[in-house]
């Protein structure tokens, strides 16, 4: 059973802004407020790259550099749910999100969402 | 930011042969290592863990080894579900940062 269900990709212009998010479906073994969790993107045809992660308080952020300042990486505990505000998006961010539970190793994933940034 | 390089970038095999595949390290990252596998349309699965520990429910033909700079991942014997894209991963510093992939090719 899928245990994290990320939806809110689409087709947005270069410029534009786009929310994902990532919900622990009620198949979910883990307790969402004690993990870290993490997105990670995948351009088409291309390897993975970790984008950001939030402490399971979300007390703490990071990113990686070419998103910051664009991206914004906030949770919810209390729906157990996580997102991604991505703001001045890029072609270069047309990618597959998928998230992901920890910020070390993250070893449960959801499916993915696909973004496309095109006019 | 920590670079990590996989080689070869493609591993031409059968089934039933041994892999090996490689992850260097820009700078020492200690046993902060894990090796994905990925399948054409899924999302990747965590295979090892700091260097050389399996993941829950990963079969024992899958084994990870090195620490600092130079980490090995080995297959024992292909099985047919494993001609896939794998990865490395460090948690050693952030920014975390993926290695370029390393794709299995049936022969």
């Known amino acids: 059973e899928v245990q994290l269900v990320e939806s809110g990709g689409g087709l947005v212009q270069p410029g534009g802004s786009l929310r994902l998010s990532c919900a622990a479906s009620?198949?979910?073994?883990?307790?969402?407020?004690?993990?870290?969790m993490t997105w990670v993107r995948q351009a088409p045809g291309k390897g993975l790259e970790w984008v950001a992660s939030?402490?399971?308080?979300?007390?703490?952020?990071y990113y990686v550099d070419s998103v910051k300042g664009r991206f914004t990486i906030s949770r919810d505990n209390t729906k157990n749910s996580l997102f991604l505000q991505m703001n001045s998006l890029r072609a270069e961010d047309t990618a597959v999100y998928y998230c992901?539970?920890?910020?070390?190793?993250?070893?449960?994933w959801g499916q993915g969402t696909l973004v496309t940034v095109s006019s | 930011e920590i670079v990590l390089t996989q080689s070869p970038a493609t591993l031409s095999l059968s089934p039933g042969e041994r892999a090996t595949l490689s992850c260097r390290a820009s700078q020492s990252i200690s046993s902060s290592l894990a090796w994905y596998r990925q399948k054409p349309g899924q999302a990747p699965r965590v295979l090892i863990y700091d260097a050389s520990n399996r993941a829950t429910g990963i079969p024992a033909r899958f084994s990870g080894s090195g620490s600092g700079t130079d980490f090995t991942l080995t297959i024992s014997s292909l099985e047919p579900e494993d001609f896939a894209v794998y990865y490395c991963?460090?948690?050693?510093?952030?920014?975390?940062?993926f290695g370029g992939g390393t794709n299995v090719e049936i022969k």
């Open positions: 992901a539970r920890g910020g070390g190793t993250p070893d449960i």
């Open positions: 009620r198949f979910a073994t883990f307790t969402f407020s004690s993990y870290w």
């Open positions: 939030i402490k399971h308080d979300g007390s703490d952020k």
């Open positions: 991963h460090q948690r050693s510093n952030w920014p975390r940062t």
